[in-house]
């Protein structure tokens, strides 16, 4: 950050040159020597102030009056002051006090009460006497020297190096804590490019632009068009946005300014807004270069909706300046501002309008085609066994983002490395995907009747994933616990699909329900073991009724509630709150009421799916259609494809 970026290549003019400064090479220096010359500066202070208050101040041991008297017979005291009936001395040999100190200055205390004649005693053993006025003042130079020197010392070295750094360009003594703390990716050596990002084709295209902007600006000037000032990129976490960023940035060939959002905030009041001005002046002097600022958020949230105390809200000052930094340059200076936030909602409108933030991209989950291609890109380095298919595993990862699947290639090959095998198989991705869908297997002793408990729970799960119609397949049924569940039913979807019908819906929760209702059906109670279950089910009851309008008697309207934060009052009165929990319950007892009927037409097959299950912990997919006796084709003629929804399971007992 400290050093000047490297010119634009050759044969891509910029219209407004930007303006060479020669290379300060002296500038660590200066301010490593800054910070050795305060820290000396203290330490002589510190000293300096020793040295003046134990001024005058010579060592003394004290020692009773009795103890003087002697050391006066025994001809040892050489002099003595007196003020007022305190007494120090000096005398020829050392004497120790209580504390074991030895000197030859010592001090005692005449009692008020004696009545010996000190003076007498003093003259026969030639004894130098001196005496004070006890109500003598102390000299005024003498008071403010001692009181004020070390802080004068102090404040006049501080406004030396605050003159020193300013006149370096430091910006005083706190010029540090105004500087930008913007990582600058070096432009020659690109780390990440467009081959680097898969999944997002259509993202790509749309920062395509920017890339030529950059790189060839005159082709959009000659016809008075301007590039964007500003780039939003909208999306969940791990999506890919601060990749694309550097992608775009090591495919222009330009430097590269990234920082957190909440990095411009600090406890000092203007702090934040200085970081924004040092970071937009450093983009200029390196125009054409691109900022890029993560987790916009943290800074540019509404200011409409927070509430705020005091006149120098930090935030709000440093979101201030971002705006005006962003009105303040023109795009044809070749700088351009990169954001990312998975939090478009809470924005402040003022960032969003044209002139600032112009375009914004959505940056989604990539289908089964993309997953592909973002396993493809994360194995490059990953030995890969012959049985390695890609593509079916990326048909097991629905919803999964690119951050997931690296994450699930980086656990294949770990898994690999333990078993000691030359290459990552096709089982290594099958543990892998396990692992992080369904978590960690757990080693605990669970007694028969749990696990029998828990094998008509999740049969339950599992045979209604085959009867009901429209229900995702049935990959894995498993009673070993992982994660927080004790047992797992795995429902995979045949392919990526984004709408989804009320049937499907209502096959979704009589599905989540089948652990309960087979509870019931076969031992007569519930168990906590449907938690998990009743959450799912009462989280997609909700959203029909609320936001799909699948009800009849709310009928078709979203009521759906804006994050505005805690103080938003929901769109509708009490009368449509209560109408709304009856539909929801009306909905979920409904799907009960089909499962408990599923499964009792349905009773042989479930016991014998629960039994194979108690013998064996774990069935795929074929051998619970061999148990159960459905026939493949049957079950899957009629189904339909599922959300990225976590699968059903039994979590772990409170």
């Known amino acids: 950050m400290g050093q000047n970026p490297p010119p634009a290549p050759s044969g891509r003019p910029s219209p407004n040159p930007p303006r060479q400064k020669k290379p300060d090479a002296l500038a660590p220096m200066r301010t490593l020597r800054f910070w050795i010359t305060l820290a000396i500066l203290f330490a002589a202070n510190i000293l300096i102030s020793n040295i003046l208050f134990s001024a005058g101040q010579a060592p003394t041991v004290t020692i009773s009056y009795n103890a003087f008297l002697d050391q006066v017979t025994a001809d040892n ?4 002051t007196s003020t007022g009936e305190s007494i120090t001395g000096v005398t020829k040999k050392a004497l120790k006090d209580t504390s074991g100190t030895s000197s030859t200055k010592f001090q005692t205390q005449r009692p008020a009460f004696a009545n010996d004649d000190l003076e007498t005693q003093l003259r026969q053993h030639n004894v130098v006497m001196n005496a004070k006025d006890p109500n003598a003042s102390t000299p005024l130079w003498e008071t403010l020297l001692f009181s004020f020197g070390p802080t004068i010392l102090l404040v006049v070295g501080f406004l030396y190096l605050s003159r020193r750094a300013a006149s370096a360009g430091a910006g005083g ?5 105004g500087q930008s703390r913007a990582r600058l990716y070096d432009a020659e050596r690109p780390s990440v490019t467009f081959e680097d990002v898969a999944g997002i084709d259509e993202v790509k295209a749309e920062l395509q632009e920017v890339v030529d902007f950059l790189r060839e600006p005159q082709k959009y000037q000659r016809l008075g068009g301007n590039v964007p000032k500003g780039v939003l990129l909208i999306g969940a976490p791990g999506t890919g946005k601060t990749l694309l960023a550097r992608a775009v940035a090591g495919e222009a060939k330009v430097p590269f300014f990234s920082i957190a959002a909440s990095e411009f905030v600090e406890a000092i009041v203007g702090v934040g807004a200085a970081r924004v001005r040092d970071l937009f002046a450093k983009a200029r002097a390196a125009a054409p270069a691109i900022i890029f600022i993560d987790e916009l958020d943290a800074i540019g949230r509404s200011r409409a ?3 705020r105390i005091g006149g120098n809200d930090e935030q709000e000052q440093t979101l201030n300046q971002i705006l005006t930094e962003m009105d303040g340059f023109d795009s044809r200076e070749g700088v351009i501002v990169l954001a990312a936030t998975n939090r478009a909602d809470v924005l402040d409108p003022a960032l969003l309008r044209p002139g600032r933030f112009d375009r914004r ?6 289908d089964r085609r993309g997953r592909a291609a973002i396993l493809k890109i994360h194995s ?7 049985d390695v298919d890609l593509d079916q595993v990326a048909g ?3 919803g999964l983002v690119g951050a997931d699947l690296r994450n699930l290639v980086n656990e294949a090959a770990l898994g690999a490395a333990r078993k000691g095998e030359p290459a990552v198989t096709m089982a290594d991705f099958a543990e892998a995907i396990e692992r992080t869908l369904l978590g960690t297997e757990r080693k605990i002793m669970l007694s028969d009747l749990d696990r029998e408990r828990i094998a008509y729970h999740e049969s339950g799960h599992a045979l209604l994933g085959l009867l009901v119609p429209g229900a995702d397949p049935v990959k894995k049924v498993t009673i070993i616990p992982r994660g927080m569940a004790l047992g797992v039913t795995l429902q995979s979807p045949i392919d990526d699909r984004f709408n ?3 049937d499907y819906l209502r096959a979704r929760l009589v599905g989540a329900l089948g652990g309960r209702a087979a509870e019931r059906l076969v031992y007569g ?3 906590t073991g449907a938690e998990n279950d009743l959450q799912q089910v009462t989280r997609i009851a909700q959203q029909m009724v609320v936001r799909w309008g699948m009800s009849p008697k709310v009928g078709p309207l979203n009521y759906g509630e804006p994050d505005g934060g805690p103080l938003q009052q929901r769109p509708y009165g009490e009368a449509t709150a209560e109408l709304i929990d009856d539909e929801v319950r009306r909905i979920s007892e409904e799907c009960l009421a089909d499962a408990e009927k599923l499964l009792t037409e349905h009773r042989s097959q479930l016991d014998a799916l629960a039994h194979a299950l108690l013998k064996s912990d774990s069935l795929d997919e074929g051998e619970i259609l061999e148990v159960t006796g459905i026939k493949a084709a049957g079950s899957g003629a009629n189904k339909l494809t599922a959300p990225p929804v976590p699968a059903a399971g039994a979590p772990t007992r409170p």
Do not use: D, H
Request: hydrophobic share 50%; glycine share 6%.
């Open 305 to 307: 909706a927070a509430l």
């Open 525 to 527: 109670v519930v168990t």
């Open 173 to 177: 003594i706190l010029g540090t804590f």
């Open 361 to 366: 991209v959505t940056v989604q989950a990539p």
């Open 500 to 502: 989804y019908g009320e």
């Open 77 to 80: 005291v050489v002099s003595i």
């Open 396 to 398: 097991q990862t629905p």
């Open 380 to 386: 490059r380095n990953v030995p890969m066994a012959p």
